[in-house]
């Protein structure tokens, strides 16, 4: 009597066969080491967090402050009256820190308004319009000091220049004049320490100070376009899903019919090109230096020239008829593996209709991906924000103090005001000297690389999710009597914790090999960067080679890990178990996948461009007013392109999740498949799982038992 077992994992009554290592009930825990290391860095993740909240302060990215770290025009301050920053040298803000720590390099204050007029601190000092002048010096400033001690000390700026107020910064009034750049009418200005200087000077602080401001009023004018099309927008959206779904469910119809569309167009376009290169070199015979070869003729900047040359057409037709032999040959010896192909596309499309909450789980993914992303962002935000101004001494004296911390406020009564007296407290630059500022850097590379870990894990238990719903459809032997009453659900305990079974250990095994390749293509880019000015070729040779065999190591990851998963969520085994498993059985049948992967690509291309093109061509009418009958309703937009490429963006991510859903259907079903043939015989103790189709095709039946 042959042992009967009901299969915990699917719910599938299978006959009981020791040497069949199909899916089994007893679930063990996968990787836990994996898991636990998983679990210690999101507790470090949420520290570093945590201590970047303490210390950092975004209000520094969006209102200006002062050297002091004192926000202009706050209510209830000092600076309540003063809504505008002003900067002492705006020169220094072409330094690339500003974009690293949203600051410039030079004393900054708060001030009522803009200087109006161009003046130097010389001129200004001892006249009238040394009052005007002193409202740009640091708040508390006395007249008590040389020239040389105000502009050395940092007290009052060495000039100023007509500017102009913009998101609450003073930036120089630059302008083009008979395309000449001119402050005023000036074309060049004084520095306040006897020099000339270009305008181009301040343009380029200017542009670095300035382009994440202009970045921010555009964004404005665009959130303005959204408050008043995004309804229209989430219309799109809604065509965009409805037309993915029916691309879908039309593949169980239509599948076949396309494919076979698309190979017959393809012979017919090759023999249409054969009949061309042939008709042209029939054409140019007897013409004058026609026959000329190749060889002789040489190489001509102008290509229009080997036009007229028989040869040229001769090899075109050569070529193209040796192109159509191939295709013609590979659809006679691949025709059985295409039509197993299409047979498998369309046991997808039912899976996918049996299964169809399936097509809702992208959602959580980007639910999931939409936490990992804001908590990285906001935390990089606050770990950026976390600088302070830092004051060193400075003295024209030799003295032990220099180059040490200070505090401005209490300087002239402090220990080292009295040990070196000609020094002075100085800002020096934006930053901090205790442990956690100079572990900065190590924080934002731990939060990157974390973000990387997560977002892949998110990934990776969507794709062994997905991949334990279709299992589950492919090995019940009755469809759709045998199939679990919640497939996506139970897959989904599965993956993460459910009763004695669970791999959350094997996803983080794969996300974080995926994780580690990222963040050193990320160091890797940052390193090109910085080596670009330089002039060493071998450094930049050694650079590209390396971004290339990372960018190829992280596709063959990809790849491997999508078909572990797919393995883990049938089996339930460790992650380097399914990743070997899977790898040799799809070597083993390397022709069948290389069919398969062509024949789906091409489909779901199609069907991308077939979506996005409808959905944003209709937006593209919509939102330019060239639809009579709803001309009057579309709104009216600063940047029509805006809601357009939205809609465009948005349908792609839509057509892709809808058909990633179904290409992790059609990738679960072929390796199903693929064990279902090395596994099973059609005898009653180990039967084939494979729809009837896919039966007739291989020439394969489940026997039945004898009749008495």
């Known amino acids: 009597m042959v042992d009967e077992r009901k299969d915990g994992a699917y719910g599938t009554p299978q006959k009981y066969d020791p040497t069949f290592k199909g899916p089994i009930y007893h679930r063990g825990c996968t990787d836990v080491i994996c898991c636990v290391f998983l679990l210690l860095a999101i507790v470090g993740y949420v520290a570093v967090g945590i201590i970047a909240w303490t210390h950092g302060d975004p209000r520094k990215v969006i209102y200006p402050t002062d050297s002091r770290g004192e926000f ?29 720590e949203f600051q410039c390099p030079t004393p900054q204050i708060c001030v009522e308004k803009c200087p109006n007029r161009y003046l130097t601190y010389l001129k200004a000092h001892g006249t009238q319009e040394f009052e005007y002048y002193k409202q740009f010096c640091v708040p508390g ?58 305008i181009t000077d301040l343009v380029e602080g200017a542009k670095k100070a300035n382009g994440i401001l202009e970045a921010r009023h555009l964004a404005m004018r665009i959130f303005e376009d959204y408050t008043v099309s995004w309804y229209w927008i989430i219309i799109g959206l809604v065509i965009a899903m409805v037309l993915s779904l029916l691309f879908i469910i039309l593949l169980r119809f239509l599948a076949g019919i396309m494919v076979w569309v698309m190979i017959v167009m393809v012979i017919l376009v090759l023999g249409y090109g054969i009949f061309h290169c042939y008709m042209e070199y029939s054409r140019l015979r007897g013409e004058a ?58 046991e997808a499309s039912r899976a996918v209709g049996y299964v169809m909450c399936s097509m809702l789980y992208p959602l959580v993914t980007f639910l999931l991906l939409c936490l990992c992303i804001a908590y990285w962002a906001s935390t990089a935000i606050f770990l950026s924000t976390s600088n302070e101004a830092v004051y060193k001494i400075f003295s024209d004296t030799d003295c032990q103090a220099v180059g040490k911390t200070c505090n401005p406020e209490n300087f002239s009564s402090s220990s080292e005001f009295h040990l070196c007296p000609g020094a002075h407290c100085q800002f020096a630059f934006y930053g901090g000297e205790s442990t956690y500022h100079r572990a900065l850097l190590g924080l934002q590379i731990f939060n990157a690389f974390m973000f990387f870990w997560l977002a892949n894990f998110v990934l990776a238990l969507g794709q062994v999710t997905l991949a334990g719903a279709f299992a589950s459809y492919y090995w019940a032997l ?4 045998d199939l679990p009453a919640f497939p996506l659900f139970s897959a989904f305990g599965r993956a993460l914790r459910w009763g004695p079974r669970y791999h959350t250990g094997s996803l983080a095994f794969g996300s974080l090999l995926l994780a580690i390749v990222q963040i050193i293509r990320v160091m890797l880019e940052y390193l090109d960067q910085r080596l670009k000015a330089a002039e060493n070729k071998f450094a930049k040779f050694l ?129 199903c498949f693929l064990e279902d043939l090395e596994r099973n015989d059609g005898s009653m103790e180990r039967p084939y799982f494979m729809s009837p189709t896919l039966k007739r095709l291989l020439n394969k039946t489940n026997r039945k038992p004898a009749e008495s």
């Open 543 to 671: 650079m590209t080679c390396l971004k290339c065999c990372f960018w190829c190591l992280e596709k063959f990851i990809k790849f491997l890990n999508r078909n572990a998963y797919i393995m883990i969520a049938i089996y339930g085994t460790n992650f380097c178990t399914s990743a070997r498993n899977a790898f040799f059985l799809l070597m083993r049948n390397i022709i069948r996948v290389a069919v398969l992967d062509k024949v789906t690509d091409f489909l779901f291309l199609l069907g991308k461009l077939l979506i996005v093109g409808s959905v944003g061509i209709l937006a593209f009418f919509f939102f330019t007013h060239r639809i009579r009958i709803v001309q009057d309703t579309a709104p009216p937009l600063n940047y029509y392109w805006v809601p357009i490429l939205t809609v465009i963006v948005g349908s792609y991510l839509i057509a892709h999740g809808f058909f990633s859903v179904y290409g992790m259907c059609v990738d679960t079903l072929f390796l």
């Open 289 to 346: 230096g026609s026959d000329i070869s190749l060889v002789d003729l040489g190489f001509q900047t102008d290509l229009r020239v080997y036009l007229h040359l028989r040869q040229t057409w001769m090899a075109f037709m050569i070529i193209l008829s040796i192109l159509e032999v191939i295709i013609i040959l590979l659809l006679i010896f691949l025709r059985k593996r295409i039509l197993i192909a299409i047979a498998l596309i369309k």
């Open 72 to 100: 202009c025009g706050q209510k209830g301050t000092k600076n309540a009256n003063k809504s505008y920053l002003f900067y002492f040298n705006i020169v220094k803000c072409a330094s690339p820190l500003v974009l690293l």
């Open 141 to 198: 400033f006395k007249q008590n000091k040389a020239v040389t001690e105000v502009l050395r000390d940092g007290d009052c700026p060495a000039v100023l220049i007509p500017s102009k107020p913009l998101v609450q910064r003073c930036f120089p009034a630059i302008h083009a004049h008979k395309g000449v750049l001119m402050v005023g009418n000036e074309t060049s200005y004084e520095d306040g320490h006897g020099f000339r200087k270009n």
């Open 478 to 481: 009755k469809k759709p009597d």
